[in-house]
C-alpha cells in the first residue's frame, strides 16, 4: 500500500500506531517528482533537506529512484551528487533524472550501481570515470 502512495502520505502513515512509525523508511520506491516538490514548501532549502534526511534516514534495498528537478529549482541540484552517492550501496534497479534544467553535471556514481538494469537520465552531463575505475 505504502510503495503507491506519494513519499508524503506515506511518511504520514507514521502517525497511526507505533508498528506504523518506521514503515515508510523501507520503502523500496522512492519517487521524488512533480507533485513532491508541488506539495512541499517553496523553501526549495527546505525540499533537498528533506530529500536528504529521507535517504540518511531509509532502511534497506531501494529498487526505484525517481527524481524530477523543475525548472525553477536549480538550487535543489547542488545535492544530487550527495543523492547519488546514496544509491550504490543500496541494490538500486531503476534510475529516473529528469531536469528541465539544461547540463547539469551528474556524478558517476551510478557506475557503481551493480544491479542497475534501467537507466533514463534527461538533461544531465554524465561522466564516465576512468576504466580502472569501473569494476
Do not use: M
Amino acid at each position: 500500500i505504502l510503495e503507491r502512495l506519494p513519499i508524503q502520505d506515506a511518511a504520514r502513515t507514521s502517525v497511526l500506531s507505533k508498528p506504523w512509525k518506521c514503515n515508510w523508511l523501507s520503502l523500496k520506491r522512492l519517487v521524488f517528482d512533480d507533485k513532491f516538490f508541488e506539495n512541499a514548501s517553496d523553501d526549495r532549502q527546505e525540499c533537498s533537506n528533506i530529500i536528504s534526511n529521507i535517504l540518511l534516514h531509509h532502511e534497506g534495498p531501494v529498487h526505484e529512484f525517481a527524481l524530477s528537478i523543475p525548472e525553477e529549482g536549480d538550487e535543489k541540484c547542488i545535492y544530487l551528487g550527495q543523492w547519488l552517492s546514496f544509491l550504490p550501496e543500496n541494490q538500486v534497479r531503476w534510475i529516473k533524472i529528469h531536469t528541465k534544467i539544461p547540463s547539469i553535471p551528474c556524478s558517476s556514481y551510478i557506475f557503481w550501481c551493480s544491479e542497475l538494469i534501467h537507466l533514463d537520465l534527461y538533461s544531465l552531463i554524465l561522466h564516465h570515470p576512468p576504466f580502472w575505475q569501473c569494476y
